[in-house]
């Protein structure tokens, strides 16, 4: 009939939360197998012998070794040494508890992770709490004394962006899973590259970011655009990109193949691939311009091909035979 305590002389903290490990004992003191797990109020008998105890609330421990005698009553107390985190996390000043929030205890001896609002019952000593909302963190220095709870409000300083793409400004929303956004830092590096901070696919695609100037990298199939936009902490932004894109939907009888070539030459006279796919029909977003679509067909020997324009918010369609 075990009772476990926080710090010594503290009440007795079993309940659902806490768990008892009972092992045989080896020759040598070392755990053997394992008899049971309990967990809450314990009170069980155990056949004569060697055991080892192990007394555990949340991510603290202490085991002890019994000899368990026939017709005796053992009443052991285990002293945790340990205390109460509680973190409510929060994006910005002022604003709700995060539920979104990922919450690291890093305490003597180990590392736990829990998610939103966050209590752990640790070992005691120097704790580092880690909060992290989106591509923002924060981390905090704590020191807990045995029996002692600390509750902590953390604010990391994020903003939230949410991103959707428009084939016009003002026109039809992209509406695509497969659509992609990337967040990169504005200010490029000295190599001329740009930091990457975030990924997310298809519409309403949601960002929590530190405040800063970046650049939305926006793929829909062929159409690649960039916007750049600002956050500042506790905003609450739509970022809305336009594509200046239309929608190209290309058929080729009888063609292992279909490509997209832009229709003006470079100076050695060649023109730029834009994609290539397999089959004899394909559809893509791509920008407003005017292409060569190519059909490749191994049987007849040699290309064909057809020019379109594809306008901006509009539907362009092309057989090539």
Known sequence: MPSVVLAEGGPDVSDNSNAWEIYKANADGTRGDQVMTEYGELKTSLEPGDY?????????????KLKVEAGQVYK???????GTLIIHPHASQGAEISGEARVDFAYPGGSSTHYGDAKATVPAG???VTVQI???????TVQLAAGQTVEKDIVVGVGHAVLN???TA????ADNSGMGFEIVKAKKKIDGTRESVEHSYGPDSKFWLPPDDYVAITTFDIAVVEQPFSIKAGDNQDVKVTLDAGVLA?????????????SKKDIEGKRKSLGLSYGDSWQQTIPAGDYVVVRHASDQGQDKETPVTVKAGERAEVTVQ
């Open 250 to 262: 290309m058929s080729a009888p009888g063609a292992y193949s279909i490509e997209v070539l832009s």
């Open 52 to 64: 080892i105890v192990v007394g555990r609330a949340d991510e603290a421990k202490v085991e002890q």
């Open 126 to 128: 120097e704790q580092k």
């Open 134 to 140: 989106g591509a923002g963190t924060v981390t905090e």
């Open 165 to 167: 793409a428009y084939y």
């Open 76 to 82: 052991p107390l285990f002293t945790l040494n340990a």
């Open 170 to 173: 003002g026109g039809d929303k």
